[in-house]
């Protein structure tokens, strides 16, 4: 039987998508506090005092925008906890202004998860 286009999820074209700004915000009130980036080291906060491998984080959601006329607002949200109990974000550019090394660490986290908070 073929699917009516009534029977599909149905997404109103008025609804407001959420903005990278209302997802760092939503982050950090649940506790997401840290600002990572990564390194030829490993995943760090701003300071640089402690690194982390792909296989002592867990990324429990992220969220991918993707702007409406230009390549560069393209951005990928990452939430980060790490395994000593740090809870962080990363962002990075999504599409060709991909970081590569951020692309490189995300590749080998095993624990990556895509949920709806």
């Known amino acids: 039987m073929k699917a009516n286009v009534n029977d599909r999820d149905k997404f109103d074209a008025t609804e407001k998508m959420p903005t990278l700004t209302e997802k760092i915000n939503k982050a ?8 990572f980036k990564i390194t030829s080291k490993g995943l760090t906060d701003e300071m640089g005092d402690k690194f982390y491998s792909a296989s002592e984080v867990h990324i429990p959601n992220f969220h991918r925008f993707e702007g409406y006329s230009d390549p560069q607002d ?14 962080g974000i990363l962002v990075d550019a999504y599409g060709a ?14 624990d990556i998860h895509k949920t709806k908070k």
Do not use: H, M, P
Not at 28 to 35: I, R, T
Not at 74 to 84: H, M, P, Q, V
Not at 97 to 110: C, G, L, M, P, S
């Open 28 to 35: 950090l009130q649940q506790g997401y506090s840290e600002n």
């Open 74 to 87: 393209n951005a990928i949200l990452y939430w980060i906890e790490t395994a000593d109990g740090r809870k």
């Open 97 to 110: 202004y991909a970081d590569v090394k951020v692309n490189n660490f995300i590749r080998e986290v095993e």
